[in-house]
């Protein structure tokens, strides 16, 4: 044997030794990485936006699922593109939120339009409509540009523990398309199932109070936003009373339109409840209006409501002023345009004095909502050095408003006649806010008040807290009508004049959710998903351009790879 051939038998058996070494140690990789990826668990989201990372709160919640967990989605069968859109959606945050629950949750799509015939299909949209599942007529195209109409029900239902928690998948801002539409659902789908499975795990009971006593709103008048806020908290109503403590154990109280002052004491107990941690709604309105005075004559005074809590907001550093906001965006009223002894003839009057105040974009309270209907809403600032308080305008007027001051008076005939270009002068007069940080109490450096009972020492500083402070007190008031002999409830926000409902009821209960959220979990809806659309005329216009250039390019692709490969292949031969 040669040296040379000996000399290539070694090298050989060293690659071949070197190749045994290989894929030894890619077997051993392979098997340490299938043992970690049991025990590790890590998810890459490689969304500039962070599409499908599930926020630290929401895998609290699901980890803390002891029960199989069933979704039923209403948006089975064929829809148009947005609606497929928002249903994926929906699909691929449930197999996140599965990947953190151990694959508790399951999910199942109903169509509650396939049934057997036409009363069928009608008897199912009403079995939902009981159930709270409203459904919606959306317009469909076809590729023919006909037109038709379809009824959707963008709803889920979430179950477990033998209870059901709706989910409304699709709420629409106004002056959104359905692309935008379908897109600000998707910003808030995390935030509505987390907040449904809390719901569904939630061993303690919430308290909230209705504060009394000062002529607050009835229950009646707050019946509608007293029964969303029962799906979250126990809601009770009472008068303070002597004990500075009878506030502890709520989560929250809420102060809706007093008329009457409160008492040094009364104020004492909200004070000190305040300073140790709790949340407050304050819904006040600045002024006082006759309407008995305004239905009769037209004309009624305007004066400022003293309510002995100017100097304690006054220290929390709001101020609400004695101030009337008229805007030109607002609601209707009925007014009577016949002359005096005809038939009486209501036509729909632009009610300057029932702004429809813009909600912020920017707050998880107020962000995608619809616009929030007032009356007589006065407008809120802040006063003096508050450097620890955080403060946030949620609610303000149009690009098109009057401050108007108190006192003063309210002309029917002198508003119909006003110029609006000349009137409404002023723009986004804030009219609600949300304060957050530590608070300075209204009685520092001052003595409890006489008679009350004092169990603990008095706080002249607050823990972390938050309040809301809303210029206007009819925000939360439903209006009640007659109704077969009785009283009917009409839902909060709805302008019977219109039939539109307007933000009221979401505003106040995401206000609430907000001053209680200790997890973080209402700053889900704060989450945003960029919307990335096709320009609609350039897809119009060259859309047969694309249908040839996408049949034609893969073709042309495979052959030029495979003239390639052939004159590739016979030069080789050649060479040889």
């Given at each position: 044997?040669?040296?040379?051939?000996?000399?290539?038998?070694?090298?050989?058996?060293?690659?071949?030794?070197?190749?045994?070494?290989?894929?030894?140690?890619?077997?051993?990789?392979?098997?340490?990485?299938?043992?970690?990826?049991?025990?590790?668990?890590?998810?890459?989201?490689?969304?500039?936006?962070?599409?499908?990372?599930?926020?630290?709160?929401?895998?609290?919640?699901?980890?803390?699922?002891?029960?199989?967990?069933?979704?039923?989605?209403?948006?089975?069968?064929?829809?148009?593109?947005?609606?497929?859109?928002?249903?994926?959606?929906?699909?691929?945050?449930?197999?996140?939120?599965?990947?953190?629950?151990?694959?508790?949750?399951?999910?199942?799509?109903?169509?509650?339009?396939?049934?057997?015939?036409?009363?069928?299909?009608?008897?199912?949209?009403?079995?939902?409509?009981?159930?709270?599942?409203?459904?919606?007529?959306?317009?469909?195209?076809?590729?023919?540009?006909?037109?038709?109409?379809?009824?959707?029900?963008?709803?889920?239902?979430?179950?477990?523990?033998?209870?059901?928690?709706?989910?409304?998948?699709?709420?629409?801002?106004?002056?959104?398309?359905?692309?935008?539409?379908?897109?600000?659902?998707?910003?808030?789908?995390?935030?509505?199932?987390?907040?449904?499975?809390?719901?569904?795990?939630?061993?303690?009971?919430?308290?909230?109070?209705?504060?009394?006593?000062?002529?607050?709103?009835?229950?009646?008048?707050?019946?509608?936003?007293?029964?969303?806020?029962?799906?979250?908290f126990q809601v009770d109503r009472g008068v303070l009373g002597a004990y500075d403590?009878?506030?502890?154990?709520?989560?929250?109280?809420?102060?809706?339109?007093?008329?009457?002052?409160?008492?040094?004491?009364?104020?004492?107990?909200?004070?000190?409840?305040?300073?140790?941690?709790?949340?407050?709604?304050?819904?006040?309105?600045?002024?006082?209006?006759?309407?008995?005075?305004?239905?009769?004559?037209?004309?009624?005074?305007?004066?400022?409501?003293?309510?002995?809590?100017?100097?304690?907001?006054?220290?929390?550093?709001?101020?609400?002023?004695?101030?009337?906001?008229?805007?030109?965006?607002?609601?209707?009223?009925?007014?009577?345009?016949?002359?005096?002894?005809?038939?009486?003839?209501?036509?729909?009057?632009?009610?300057?004095?029932?702004?429809?105040?813009?909600?912020?974009?920017?707050?998880?309270?107020?962000?995608?909502?619809?616009?929030?209907?007032?009356?007589?809403?006065?407008?809120?600032?802040?006063?003096?050095?508050?450097?620890?308080?955080?403060?946030?305008?949620?609610?303000?007027?149009?690009?098109?408003?009057?401050?108007?001051?108190?006192?003063?008076?309210?002309?029917?005939?002198?508003?119909?006649?006003?110029?609006?270009?000349?009137?409404?002068?002023?723009?986004?007069?804030?009219?609600?806010?949300?304060?957050?940080?530590?608070?300075?109490?209204?009685?520092?450096?001052?003595?409890?008040?006489?008679?009350?009972?004092?169990?603990?020492?008095?706080?002249?500083?607050?823990?972390?807290?938050?309040?809301?402070?809303?210029?206007?007190?009819?925000?939360?008031?439903?209006?009640?009508?007659?109704?077969?002999?009785?009283?009917?409830?009409?839902?909060?926000?709805?302008?019977?004049?219109?039939?539109?409902?307007?933000?009221?009821?979401?505003?106040?209960?995401?206000?609430?959710?907000?001053?209680?959220?200790?997890?973080?979990?209402?700053?889900?809806?704060?989450?945003?998903?960029?919307?990335?659309?096709?320009?609609?005329?350039?897809?119009?216009?060259?859309?047969?351009?694309?249908?040839?250039?996408?049949?034609?390019?893969?073709?042309?692709?495979?052959?030029?790879?495979?003239?390639?490969?052939?004159?590739?292949?016979?030069?080789?031969?050649?060479?040889?």
């Open positions: 044997m040669s040296v040379r051939g000996c000399s290539s038998d070694i090298d050989t058996m060293k690659k071949s030794r070197l190749i045994v070494l290989v894929c030894v140690l890619a077997v051993a990789a392979l098997s340490v990485w299938l043992i970690m990826s049991r025990s590790v668990f890590f998810r890459i989201d490689m969304t500039e936006e962070g599409r499908f990372t599930i926020a630290g709160c929401t895998r609290e919640i699901v980890a803390a699922i002891d029960e199989p967990v069933h979704v039923d989605i209403y948006l089975g069968g064929d829809m148009d593109a947005d609606m497929v859109r928002l249903r994926h959606s929906v699909r691929d945050l449930i197999d996140e939120l599965n990947a953190y629950a151990g694959e508790k949750i399951t999910l199942s799509y109903i169509d509650p339009n396939e049934a057997a015939d036409d009363e069928s299909r009608y008897a199912g949209y009403e079995r939902l409509e009981r159930r709270g599942l409203r459904g919606m007529s959306v317009a469909v195209r076809d590729g023919h540009g006909g037109v038709s109409q379809q009824v959707l029900f963008p709803w889920a239902e979430v179950s477990a523990h033998g209870d059901t928690v709706p989910v409304c998948l699709l709420q629409p801002g106004d002056g959104l398309s359905g692309e935008e539409a379908v897109n600000a659902a998707m910003e808030d789908h995390e935030y509505l199932f987390a907040d449904a499975l809390r719901i569904l795990q939630q061993s303690e009971v919430r308290k909230v109070a209705f504060i009394e006593g000062h002529g607050e709103l009835s229950e009646a008048e707050t019946y509608d936003i007293s029964a969303a806020l029962s799906r979250y403590d009878m506030l502890d154990g709520y989560d929250a109280v809420i102060i809706a339109a007093p008329q009457e002052k409160f008492s040094e004491t009364d104020k004492y107990i909200i004070d000190q409840y305040l300073m140790r941690g709790g949340r407050v709604l304050w819904c006040i309105d600045g002024v006082q209006v006759s309407h008995d005075d305004m239905a009769k004559s037209g004309v009624s005074p305007l004066m400022p409501l003293d309510l002995n809590l100017q100097d304690m907001l006054f220290r929390y550093g709001v101020r609400i002023t004695p101030t009337v906001v008229e805007d030109l965006q607002c609601a209707y009223m009925p007014v009577n345009i016949a002359r005096p002894g005809e038939t009486p003839k209501f036509e729909p009057m632009p009610w300057f004095y029932a702004p429809l105040l813009q909600t912020s974009p920017y707050h998880p309270i107020t962000k995608n909502r619809s616009a929030v209907k007032g009356e007589f809403a006065s407008l809120i600032d802040f006063p003096g050095d508050t450097a620890g308080v955080k403060k946030s305008v949620l609610l303000v007027s149009g690009n098109a408003s009057h401050i108007t001051a108190a006192p003063n008076d309210i002309d029917l005939n002198r508003i119909i006649s006003v110029d609006p270009k000349e009137y409404f002068t002023t723009g986004y007069a804030p009219v609600a806010a949300v304060m957050e940080g530590r608070f300075v109490s209204a009685f520092r450096n001052r003595m409890p008040p006489k008679g009350l009972n004092v169990s603990r020492a008095k706080l002249d500083s607050s823990a972390l807290t938050r309040m809301v402070v809303v210029g206007d007190g009819d925000v939360l008031r439903n209006d009640l009508e007659n109704a077969d002999g009785g009283v009917a409830i009409v839902p909060l926000g709805y302008d019977r004049m219109t039939r539109m409902t307007y933000g009221n009821k979401d505003f106040i209960l995401n206000s609430m959710l907000y001053l209680t959220d200790d997890m973080g979990l209402m700053e889900l809806r704060n989450r945003t998903v960029r919307l990335r659309l096709l320009n609609k005329a350039a897809v119009l216009t060259g859309a047969a351009h694309m249908k040839w250039l996408n049949v034609l390019l893969p073709l042309a692709i495979v052959a030029v790879g495979g003239a390639a490969y052939l004159y590739l292949h016979r030069r080789r031969w050649v060479r040889q």
